[in-house]
């Protein structure tokens, strides 16, 4: 994600109108992955490139929300969101490609005939509340299921399963392909197979004789308390199918944790803000300060000071290892009181005469305060 610019227009990729429906959308991605498939396009360097600018343009749009979101907000609005595309961290665009299109990917996201299923990632937004407490989400997802008409062998159950006669059973093909340094010979994927040598004699009606089709899941994913921002969740062999028996990928589920307005996290602490006005803060006075279960009170003591820390221990976040909550850490914004009435103003003002040294001096100087500040922002 550290992509200096942002990627480019969904449906601007894809070459489609804003209003283009579902099925246009889902004809064009595959229009254009055929074009972008190196054994077609074997002098485009750039073709992987382009099939994830399609592959991510895609899941953008074949997504209705996500798809509203790219509308009202963009990109940025997208990732704001919390979302991210699949397809950089885990391989699936071999495990899409394959959905589409059956058979191994050019991407090298799967090898012939061998094959455990490819690994899939969501991303998960939950509040700081439900970070602290840990929390049970329902997820749906895209992937690739074992067909369940043909148990996944990809012929019409009860007809039988021949050697293919496009490789005579190698699972393979010899192909030349024209290159700047002349003509080269590679071994590529049987395309009537999918490496697998046999095939069926009639193909099953429900997957096309893939044995694997793609499909939306839904599950529950247990989230830890005190789970932070960025983690991910892995949920081992809830990925892809495999093929034929091979095991499933794994589910990564990164979790996103909404910013609260309240609360700023620093590993298992929380801070906030209070407001005390300059009067309470120098007469002191207990006060309710928000914590993430509602309020707890704090005792200002008489003459405390802008910028003052106060620690409440046990109403931080609960430690993913031991459950033991952090602090929340309360700094206090002293107030100075604007637009005072006459009366305000006098009593300020014949408060002020009374003020002695002894009332003003402070244990650090203005200068080595300012120095501590400026040192913590770094920091
Ligand atoms: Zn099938
Ligand atoms: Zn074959």
Redesign the pocket.
């Given at each position: 994600m550290s992509r200096a610019s942002l990627p480019r227009d969904p449906y601007e990729v894809l070459g489609l109108a804003r209003d283009a429906s579902e099925q246009e959308v889902k004809k064009s991605f595959r229009r254009l992955a055929r074009e972008l498939h190196p054994d077609v396009n074997a002098h485009d360097p750039q073709a992987e490139e382009k099939f994830k600018e399609a592959a991510e343009a895609y899941e953008i749009l074949s997504d209705p929300q996500r798809r509203a979101t790219y509308d009202r907000y963009g990109h940025e609005g997208l990732r704001s969101g919390g979302y991210a595309p699949n397809f950089d961290a885990f391989g699936s665009i071999g495990d899409l490609f394959d959905a589409f299109f059956g058979g191994s990917s050019p991407f090298g996201g799967r090898s012939a005939g061998s094959a455990q299923g490819g690994d899939v990632a969501v991303a998960l937004e939950i509040d700081l509340r439900q970070a602290a407490r840990g929390t049970n989400e329902e997820i749906a997802y895209e992937a690739v299921d074992r067909?369940?008409?043909?148990?996944?062998?990809?012929?019409?159950p009860g007809t039988p399963i021949e050697t293919c006669a496009r490789c005579g059973g190698a699972g393979q093909l010899q192909v030349v392909t024209r290159t700047p340094f002349g003509q080269m010979m590679r071994t590529v994927v049987c395309d009537t197979c999918h490496g697998d040598g046999r095939t069926a004699k009639q193909?099953?009606?429900?997957?096309?004789?893939?044995?694997?089709?793609a499909g939306k899941r839904t599950l529950t994913v247990d989230v830890p308390a005190g789970i932070a921002d960025g983690q991910r969740i892995r949920l081992s062999g809830k990925g892809h199918a495999g093929e034929a028996g091979a095991p499933a990928g794994d589910l990564y589920v990164l979790v996103r944790v909404r910013a609260d307005e309240r609360f700023v996290r620093e590993g298992d602490d929380l801070i906030t803000a209070l407001d005390v006005s300059a009067p309470l803060a120098a007469v002191g006075a207990t006060l309710d300060v928000p914590t993430l279960d509602g309020t707890t009170s704090i005792r200002i003591t008489p003459g405390t000071q802008p910028g003052e820390v106060l620690t409440v221990r046990g109403h931080g976040m609960p430690s993913l290892r031991n459950g033991k909550r952090g602090s929340l850490r309360v700094i206090v914004n002293v107030v100075v009181p604007r637009r005072l009435s006459s009366e305000q103003r006098e009593l300020f003002e014949r408060l002020h005469d009374t003020l002695t040294d002894e009332n003003l001096r402070t244990e650090e100087s203005m200068l080595s305060k300012l120095r501590r500040a400026l040192r913590h922002q770094a920091a």
């Open positions: 067909c369940e008409h043909c148990h996944g062998n990809g012929a019409e193909p099953c009606g429900e997957c096309r004789g893939r044995g694997r089709r």
